[in-house]
């Protein structure tokens, strides 16, 4: 029979090697999720590492040190979920997200280090009471708290992904739902973790799920259409989609960059009325004047038929962005852009 102590060291061992496997694949682009997701599973695999050891007689001496770490570990794993959450609103980039997360909740954990045992144990036993059950007041607070935000905006992207892209099939977004149910099945194990070693299993596998998962979805189609974005030839942006969430952040970076720079590389381009295609590793860079604008399309396939199929909607294109000024967003005006040139290229 497995005892409580050895199954949070199964669950942490596991936790550690789901987070490191993560970040190891870089599929740190997946709904723009960023190293948090990985830095949240390898803390709390920390931390359930230290809620184990604290119990074997050998680290007695230490057992105060044991219950610290784990405090701190769950709280930095917290953190981790709040700064996906943020990301996934675009509130902030994905980057750096270690040094956000060990600046954010450094009071805390310096608050934890100097406490006494008696205020350790406050906090550990410390239970709150909602509709007659009793939870652990760290289990909701690091575990179920910071999920719930998480979960909402996982639907919300999968929502507007689903308004904006009405043709498409559920099956190609579903990892939303999917991500956002194994989370749901974590925040509602970590209340119940310490009574039933089932729980820590539903744990690993949720975690699991939601790391390893292949979710990105890919509306590309069969016109190789990876990306669009819209720029005025001053380099502000206006509007892009990317219809394959699993090309990689230096691709997608390398087009923003050039297209950010585009008045001073390609001013005599301009002035001509025509643009040259650029050929990446990742497919050809097709771009099409729109009077002020450049429209900039990455695709796999054939970069001919796609520069003929943005030509015959550049007109009409031309005209709805004539009243469009670059600095001043209008989401009506965007979404309309968006329909039509999705339409046009068949991406559905």
Do not use: C
């Amino acid at each position: 029979m497995v005892t409580q102590a050895e199954m949070n060291l199964i669950t942490g061992v596991s936790f550690i090697v789901i987070g490191a496997l993560f970040k190891l694949k870089s599929r740190n682009n997946l709904f723009n999720k960023g190293d948090s997701w990985a830095y949240f599973a390898i803390f709390h695999g920390i931390d359930e590492a230290f809620d184990s050891l604290k119990n074997y007689s050998i680290f007695s001496s230490v057992k105060l040190w044991f219950e610290k770490g784990e405090i701190i570990f769950f709280a930095l794993s917290a953190i981790f979920l709040i700064i996906g959450t943020l990301i996934v609103f675009d509130i902030i980039p994905p980057k750096h997200e270690l040094e956000l997360g060990l600046i954010f909740q450094s009071p805390f954990v310096l608050l934890v280090l100097i406490a006494n045992e008696t205020t350790i144990d406050v906090i550990e036993t410390a239970r709150v009471s909602i509709g007659g059950f009793e939870f652990s007041l760290i289990a909701l607070s690091f575990g179920v708290i910071p999920t719930i935000p998480l979960i909402i905006a996982l639907l919300i992207n999968f929502l507007q992904t689903r308004r904006k892209f009405k043709t498409i099939g559920n099956t190609k977004i579903i990892g939303y739902v999917i991500v956002s149910m194994m989370l749901t099945a974590y925040a509602f194990s970590e209340l119940y973790a310490s009574t039933n070693n089932n729980f820590l299993l539903l744990e690993i596998f949720a975690i699991a799920v939601v790391l390893l998962f292949p979710v990105e979805y890919n509306l590309s189609g069969e016109s190789g259409v990876q990306l669009f974005v819209l720029y005025h030839k001053s380099g502000i942006p206006v509007t892009s989609i990317h219809f394959n969430t699993s090309i990689d952040r230096d691709t997608v970076n390398l087009v923003t960059s050039f297209l950010s720079a585009i008045k001073t590389l390609v001013e005599n381009e301009l002035e001509l009325g025509e643009l040259q295609d650029i050929q990446t590793d990742k497919g050809t860079l097709v771009l099409v004047q729109l009077g002020e604008f450049i429209l900039a399309t990455l695709t796999s396939s054939s970069p001919k038929k796609i520069k003929e199929k943005l030509f015959q909607i550049s007109d009409t294109l031309s005209l709805t962005l004539k009243d469009i000024r670059p600095e001043i967003v209008d989401s009506a005006k965007i979404d309309q852009i968006d329909t039509m040139i999705i339409k046009q290229l068949e991406l559905q």
